[in-house]
């Protein structure tokens, strides 16, 4: 890689892992007042033990939490570390969006898919709902970018071809559920699958749906989940779908040319 596009991708990186963060940050904030039942976007961050509306140094993503050792500055209540951990996903997904594709047009298509599934992952995990405007938007998005970057009927076709894979799902769902007499994957899953069809093809998308169930495996044993407790699956689905749109590319090439 020549010099000036290391730079301008260092440069790219660092702004994006910066908007990231603060974008991680207002989402958490406003999932979290969402889910509490508040206004989501007016009055002033406080904190939720004491009430003491937060400063400036209270607010800067990532280092304000780790600056007070996930505490609060006036009271000493713990803070949830959701809070980084949103932050955290904001930065590293965008930055990872960032070193997959360059400063191209395209990128933005990209950084608002990264930015919609965070927030959607947050619903997902707070009151385990996707939001139907969310999934909306995901579809808005694409389509705005397929005029945009002037894409041909082959984008549509992919698109068509990997409605199959959440098709098939819903069919195997479907009979579980009749087998087993209780819910197995949740609507908003599966919507969420038909939502990433936009976007991936149905080989990425196979494989973000394996990542997703490994992700949510190693997290339900780390997190020593018992047997039939259910686990949101949005936010692992969300992560591998952004881990195979990076990292993928290899893996399928690999795994494809077995056969
Ligand atoms: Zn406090």
Known sequence: MPAD?????????????????????????AVSRWAAGERMF???????????????????????????RGKCGYCGEKIPADCLAAELAGALGLVCLGLRFGAVPALGQWLVWGALLLCLSLTDGAKRIIPDGLLLALAVNRMIWFFVLKEDFDAVLNALKACFVPLALLGLVL????????????????????????????AQLLLALLAGCVLGLLWAVSAGRKRGEALPFGP????????????????????????
Do not use: N, Q
């Not at 009055?43 to 800067?60: E, F, N, Q, W």
């Not at 692992?236 to 077995?258: I, K």
């Open 236 to 259: 692992f689905l969300a992560a591998g779908a952004v881990l195979t749109v990076c990292f993928g590319d290899p893996v399928l090439r690999w795994y494809l040319g077995l056969f």
């Open 175 to 202: 009979l579980a559920e009749r087998l087993l007499g209780r819910e197995v994957m949740g609507g908003g899953d599966l919507k969420l699958l038909f939502a990433l069809a936009l976007y991936l093809s149905w």
């Open 42 to 68: 007016t009055g002033r961050s406080k904190c939720a033990s004491c009430g003491h509306v937060l400063s400036v140094p209270d607010l800067i993503p990532v280092f304000s939490w780790l600056f007070r």
């Open 5 to 29: 596009e290391i730079i301008i991708t260092v440069y790219l990186c660092i702004w994006l892992g910066i908007f990231g963060a603060v974008w991680g940050s207002f989402a958490d904030c």
